[in-house]
């Protein structure tokens, strides 16, 4: 009996440093700023992307605004040239 409890209390830390690690693994080591773990990375690549995201979009709709005009600008010349 006193071996069976012993076998178990042994499986019991075993998973529990076992879910320790997953905890720090996904949380980070609260001793060290820098270690974010993973969900702080994924968090932080959450806001980049979204960052992006806007810059890509700035930038098409800044492309769209200066295409306009200068197509409008190709037009003219080449009517010029092709219609006199």
Request: charged share 35%; no cysteine.
């Amino acid at each position: 009996m006193k071996q069976e409890l012993d076998r178990i209390q042994d499986s019991v830390d075993s998973i529990d440093q076992k879910l320790m690690r997953i905890e720090a693994f996904l949380s980070g080591n609260e001793l060290d700023r820098e270690d974010k773990g993973l969900i702080g990375r994924v968090n932080d690549l959450e806001k980049r992307v979204l960052l992006l995201e806007k810059w890509k979009d700035r930038i098409f709709w800044t492309l769209i605004g200066m295409g306009i005009p200068a197509g409008i600008g190709i037009y003219n010349i080449l009517e010029k040239i092709f219609i006199k």
